[in-house]
């Protein structure tokens, strides 16, 4: 089966043991940061723990992929091609990277990857990435369906990537410069300040307020669980899990639950099978709903949509249980289907609409679905609290004490043939993918006093393979009905040894050959700041490419006093129902005139241009 074929479950790993559980729990491939230049500077690791990583992956025919995907300054360069070199030397399988300078670079034959920071909307820049080398692209998640289908047809070997779950940000990844003006942080350079996730008062052009004290630029998450088979259908073969800084709960759970929706589409679609192997099993039912949420959207996939945004807060909502029935002193009367624990986290909001919380000091079931919630302080105290108001769990306690105990297993099966002889012990073993391994010892066997029982010891002992990443799904004995005695030790160590060696054929499948580099030009002529250029090397490649740098990165230094800071897909007109094609179909007309965006001593400006359908915030630079 080709790699078109196949379907990656990709997940985001914070360090080393958060990915081995990403793979346990179902990732056919995670990608983490190395000590240096990832886009998540938070969340480095160190090339030790990366082969520690890359080792364990190995075993189940997955992978790993590095994120050195920020840009890069000249002097920064040559440490980043050091990285390259190390990983590569240590297993890991592919880099994702956003700085064009590193393809002019001496760099190892290994897969590169075109992160999302490099901002691929269209099938010309898809097209022009994968004809520079890429053999996986990192589409923008603001695209639709049909999008995705003409990139995919427009591409001949580069595999399309995916976000299918997690946070969204507001502007087009890699075209997001509001932290660097704002704050000094860069963005493209793995320190994001979340600029987007903070409550602002919006005024419209003649300075009157609209709405005050909203996270206008927050949007919920990225949730694409009921558009799994649209995906493939339109050209996906990698499902990206966004995560770098969430917890191993998350981890585990979320691709927990992805495993099993892609599985499902597997086991009814003959053409196509997962990128790595094994079967797994699990301790819990996988939910969405059980980890870090803000609420779901789908985004763009399926067009244009109302309530993408989470104006309310930028925090954990958790999911409604249940409604308050009266306050007492310390305690509320809660009327649930859930069984509340003590401990767990309970979350609402208030008349105002501002998200508040509490923790449950003691929960007691006094009738059915009725709880009677004791309170850490006087309910008095507790801000915006009544009757009748509905409330969210954000900390399920018993959720997270089972979700840090071993959750999931995961397998390879195998077959395994023995053959006994009066001279010979040949065993040979059979995984799924066509690898096989043989090992035989010769010495004089002594014929079985109790043939039957004999052979129950053999089947016993290549059984056991616990401590392994196999499972023998199914054994045969063949000794032509001249059963012999071998001892458990004799059996024991030749199981040991054929199991090594499957173990290292299998390993040896892995450093995949990388794209060949047949560039062709560019398709812009120039670019601006927005290219992200901050090396000479950059600068070489795009002159090679036919482009001209008229402006370098950001980062580097703005002359400008105004700046564009984000470029958007979603629109806060849209949002708020304010949109001139809105308006049209309500007979009414709107201008799209200017909205001001403002918190404490940040204005920001939002313009909106109606014919790409898009909103550009400008700013000031500090």
Known sequence: MTDSCKLELLSPCKNADIGIEAINHGADAVYVGGPLFSARAQAGNSLQDLERLAKYAHRFNCRVYLALNTILTDQQIPEAVKIANEAWNMGIDALIIQDMGLLMCDLPPIELHASTQCDIRTPEKAKFLESVGFSQIVLARELGLKEISVIHKTLSRSRIEFFIHGALCVSYSGQCYASQALKGRSANRGECAQICRLPFDLYDDDGQCLIKNRHLLSLKDNNQSQNISSLIASGVRSFKIEGRYKDMAYVKNTTAFYRKLIDEYLQNHSGYERQSDGTFSYSFTPSLEDGFNRGATDYFVNGRREKMSASDTPKNTGRTIGKILSLRDRSFLLKSHETINNSDGLSYFTDAGELEGLLVNRASLIDENLWEIFTREPVSRIPGLRSGMEVMRNKDSAWIKRMKSNTALRQIPIRIEARVSQNTLQLDAFDHQGNHVSKTLRQSFEAANNPDKARQQILHSLSKLGGTEFVAEDIQI?????ARFLSVSIVNGLRRSLLEALSEKRNDLKQLSPITNNGITCPVGEIDYRGNVANDKAREFY????????????????????????????CIRYELGLCPKQAKERGERIKPTPLKLRHGKIELTANFHCKPCEMSINGKVN
């Open 478 to 482: 063949e000794d032509n009905h001249e």
């Open 543 to 570: 002159s090679k490419h036919g482009v001209k740098v008229t402006e370098n990165a950001f980062e580097l230094g703005s002359q400008r006093k105004i700046v564009e800071l984000m470029r958007c897909k979603y």
